[in-house]
């Protein structure tokens, strides 16, 4: 069993700045991505960010102003999102795709609520 949890998050305003953090835990041999997904509220869940073996991918839509770093010793990810906007509101939900011996999972965290408005 693998554990995602989120912190981090709340109401911003435009052009403010949020950290959010994630930590996966649990029986796993390895984690071979771990990242940040998010959902608006018509929209479907899109890629932020995440981390794929050392390798970053970000959305167009927030290069240059989110930041995601990993810490692989504590299976922890960290997202810097700065510059925020209107449109970055959404649910955001942590990924670690965890597993090992060629078979991996996806398990999501419980999601947390990022609200940009004046």
């Known amino acids: 069993q693998v554990q995602v949890v989120e912190s981090g998050g709340g109401l911003a305003q435009p052009g403010g700045s949020l950290i959010l953090s994630c930590i996966a835990s649990g029986s796993f041999l390895r984690i071979s991505a771990l990242g940040w997904y998010r959902q608006g509220p018509w929209n479907e869940r899109e890629l932020v960010a995440r981390?794929?073996?050392?390798?970053?991918q970000y959305a167009d839509s927030v290069k240059g102003r989110f930041t995601i770093s990993r810490d692989k010793t504590k299976n922890t990810v960290v997202l810097q999102m700065n510059s925020l906007e209107p449109e970055d509101t959404a649910v955001y939900y942590c990924?670690?795709?965890?597993?090992?011996?060629?078979?991996?999972?996806?398990?999501w965290g419980q999601g947390t609520q990022i609200t940009v408005s004046s």
């Open positions: 990924c670690a795709r965890a597993g090992g011996d060629g078979e991996y999972e996806n398990y």
């Open positions: 981390d794929v073996e050392g390798y970053m």
